[in-house]
């Protein structure tokens, strides 16, 4: 898939069209790097690389496991990191984020690519989420402001703020709410604040009234505890991008000014826009044009890129996948195996929840495009296992599945289940078909709105299985894609599954 430059020196947005959820960015010297939400998906953190803002690729994660280790031994889909902030200070790298069931958790690196440190819970509690830090260079003062996650808390709409201590390890008071969106008439939902200084103000940019139909605003004070005055900055007006809002302020070395935010798109997750910042007369942010999004747009001043975006591709060279796969839980040994040739070989975990993928830790993920596309892959069943199976799933609060099944006489077939979002098993979505060699070609149609026709070839060309399959979000994340490899309980090794030739195409 490629990135969103255009020949004619534009862009079209979204740049990143896909679930890059609550985006943040900052600029070190001429790169520009970004981290978004991962929620329960490990490994955690995503770290992207641009030189032009427009053309970004996947670099490495933040985040090898998720902690409390034992709570994510099991898929928690929404849960995990939200919306985290990345700084660079003091010649390292940091990354703040909100686990809205355990709090404000901190890693910090010399080095993008690591080595980065193991979580620290910089302040515990239920519902602190969205923390910014802030070191404010011209005082020596360091901060931290954080909204609040009403499931946890009961409380929502305002943004509380620290002191915190320059090595960004602890905060330093009980903290003080700077913003109380009930104050401000129309607004509801105030959250994802990220906070800078900037002409002699302290400036917190935070979304406000909801995933799917807010807007940005912008506040600012002389003092980091406020009064803070407020404006909206950006919104959909007559524009079909509902809920432009919760991202990054960047400059760039040229001295242009820049936002990046999310747009939620059901169940392709929150793509991420570009839109051109300046700063109007009166002081305040003027973003997109005149405060609505841009759909296309004159590419930053930046030296010219080659188109490139996040990797979604994989021949999985010796066994290995690439830095776009997450596991759906922290991941355990031997779910994947080395070898010396391609393919992708997943033991066929032994597992009682068969009948749900959505509860399953091994399910190896990534994002599902959003444009229409072609989703490809080669399967063989190596297992000898009575009900041992493997395929690829579309994933979400429902799911789709096709795949390979050993059965009890030995011979495989091609089966296709799905589940609703109330059901609590799957069910067949066609009949299964012989697999004569075990082998088969696995396919995808995304067609608009997610929808997704699913077809096999076992050799004789490919041929539709079931009725189209509409890909449904979770609660905060959008629809995944999935390879996995199960068995029924018993004992011993069930041998496993070999996926090779990953490829996800136009149409």
Same mark, same amino acid.
């Given at each position: 898939?490629?990135?969103?430059?255009?020949?004619?020196?534009?862009?079209?947005?979204?740049?990143?069209?896909?679930?890059?959820?609550?985006?943040?960015?900052?600029?070190?010297?001429?790169?520009?790097?970004?981290?978004?939400?991962?929620?329960?998906?490990?490994?955690?953190?995503?770290?992207?690389?641009?030189?032009?803002?427009?053309?970004?690729?996947?670099?490495?994660?933040?985040?090898?496991?998720?902690?409390?280790?034992?709570?994510?031994?099991?898929?928690?889909?929404?849960?995990?990191?939200?919306?985290?902030?990345?700084?660079?200070?003091?010649?390292?790298?940091?990354?703040?984020?909100? +686990?809205?069931?355990?709090?404000?958790?901190?890693?910090?690196?010399?080095?993008?690519?690591?080595?980065?440190?193991?979580?620290?819970?910089?302040?515990?509690?239920?519902?602190?989420?969205?923390?910014?830090?802030?070191?404010?260079?011209?005082?020596?003062?360091?901060?931290?402001?954080?909204?609040?996650?009403?499931?946890?808390?009961?409380?929502?709409?305002?943004?509380?703020?620290?002191?915190?201590?320059?090595?960004?390890?602890? @905060?330093?008071?009980?903290?003080?709410?700077?913003?109380?969106?009930?104050?401000?008439?129309?607004?509801?939902?105030?959250?994802?604040?990220?906070?800078?200084?900037?002409?002699?103000?302290?400036?917190?940019?935070?979304?406000?009234?909801?995933?799917?139909?807010?807007?940005?605003?912008?506040?600012?004070?002389?003092?980091?505890?406020?009064?803070?005055?407020?404006?909206?900055?950006?919104?959909?007006?007559?524009?079909?991008?509902?809920?432009?809002?919760?991202?990054?302020?960047?400059?760039?070395?040229?001295?242009?000014?820049?936002?990046?935010?999310?747009?939620?798109?059901?169940?392709?997750?929150?793509?991420?826009?570009?839109?051109?910042?300046?700063?109007?007369?009166?002081?305040?942010?003027?973003?997109?044009?005149?405060?609505?999004?841009?759909?296309?747009?004159?590419?930053?001043?930046?030296?010219?890129?080659?188109?490139?975006?996040?990797?979604?591709?994989?021949?999985?060279?010796?066994?290995?996948?690439? $830095?776009?796969?997450?596991?759906?839980?922290?991941?355990?040994?031997?779910?994947?195996?080395?070898?010396?040739?391609?393919?992708?070989?997943?033991?066929?975990?032994?597992?009682?929840?068969?009948?749900?993928?959505?509860?399953?830790?091994?399910? @190896?993920?990534?994002?599902?495009?959003?444009?229409?596309?072609?989703?490809?892959?080669?399967?063989?069943? +190596?297992?000898?296992? &009575?009900?041992?199976?493997?395929?690829?799933?579309? @994933?979400?609060?429902?799911?789709?599945?096709?795949?390979?099944? $050993?059965?009890?006489?030995?011979?495989?077939?091609?089966?296709?289940?799905?589940?609703?979002?109330?059901?609590?098993?799957?069910?067949?979505?066609?009949?299964?078909? &012989?697999?004569?060699?075990?082998?088969?070609?696995?396919?995808?149609?995304?067609?608009?709105?997610?929808?997704?026709?699913?077809? @096999?070839?076992?050799?004789?060309?490919?041929?539709?299985?079931?009725?189209?399959?509409?890909?449904?979000?979770?609660?905060?994340?959008?629809?995944?894609?999935?390879?996995?490899?199960?068995?029924?309980?018993?004992?011993?090794?069930?041998?496993?599954?070999?996926?090779?030739?990953?490829?996800?195409?136009?149409?």
């Amino acid at each position: 898939m490629t990135g969103a430059a255009t020949g004619e020196g534009t862009y079209t947005n979204p740049v990143l069209d896909a679930d890059w959820s609550d985006p943040d960015v900052i600029r070190v010297g001429d790169d520009f790097y970004l981290t978004a939400s991962s929620f329960g998906r490990v490994p955690g953190l995503p770290l992207l690389h641009s030189r032009d803002l427009v053309n970004w690729t996947l670099i490495g994660h933040a985040l090898q496991r998720l902690a409390p280790a034992a709570e994510f031994a099991v898929p928690r889909h929404d849960c995990g990191v939200w919306a985290p902030a990345l700084r660079h200070h003091d010649d390292r790298f940091w990354i703040f984020w909100g +686990d809205p069931d355990a709090g404000i958790y901190q890693v910090n690196a010399p080095q993008i690519r690591g080595p980065w440190s193991r979580p620290h819970l910089v302040k515990a509690g239920k519902g602190l989420i969205d923390p910014c830090p802030l070191w404010d260079e011209e005082t020596g003062e360091a901060y931290l402001v954080h909204a609040w996650a009403k499931s946890r808390s009961g409380v929502k709409n305002r943004l509380t703020g620290h002191r915190m201590s320059p090595d960004g390890g602890t @905060l330093l008071d009980e903290g003080k709410v700077i913003v109380d969106g009930d104050r401000i008439p129309g607004w509801f939902t105030l959250e994802g604040p990220k906070i800078h200084r900037h002409d002699g103000w302290f400036w917190i940019l935070a979304p406000a009234g909801g995933v799917d139909t807010g807007w940005q605003g912008a506040f600012r004070s002389r003092e980091f505890f406020g009064p803070y005055e407020e404006r909206i900055v950006l919104e959909q007006k007559d524009t079909d991008v509902n809920g432009p809002h919760q991202g990054a302020w960047v400059d760039t070395p040229a001295g242009e000014h820049w936002f990046l935010h999310f747009q939620q798109r059901g169940a392709y997750g929150r793509v991420v826009h570009l839109q051109p910042l300046r700063w109007g007369a009166d002081g305040w942010p003027v973003v997109g044009d005149d405060g609505a999004p841009v759909a296309v747009h004159t590419r930053p001043a930046l030296p010219p890129q080659p188109p490139a975006a996040p990797a979604t591709d994989d021949d999985f060279p010796g066994g290995r996948f690439g $830095r776009q796969w997450s596991w759906t839980a922290n991941p355990r040994d031997g779910w994947a195996t080395q070898h010396s040739a391609d393919g992708l070989r997943l033991t066929c975990v032994r597992t009682p929840r068969a009948h749900d993928l959505r509860t399953l830790p091994h399910v @190896l993920t990534q994002r599902l495009p959003g444009r229409p596309a072609v989703v490809e892959v080669d399967l063989r069943l +190596d297992s000898e296992e &009575p009900g041992a199976r493997a395929g690829l799933a579309v @994933l979400g609060d429902a799911f789709s599945w096709i795949g390979l099944q $050993r059965g009890t006489d030995g011979a495989v077939h091609v089966v296709h289940r799905f589940a609703e979002s109330v059901a609590e098993r799957e069910r067949d979505a066609d009949r299964p078909r &012989p697999a004569p060699d075990g082998r088969v070609r696995l396919r995808v149609e995304i067609g608009a709105g997610a929808r997704c026709r699913f077809l @096999l070839d076992t050799g004789d060309g490919p041929r539709p299985s079931g009725p189209v399959f509409a890909a449904t979000p979770w609660r905060w994340v959008g629809a995944l894609l999935g390879l996995v490899a199960l068995a029924p309980e018993g004992n011993g090794h069930a041998g496993a599954a070999t996926f090779s030739r990953f490829r996800i195409t136009s149409p």
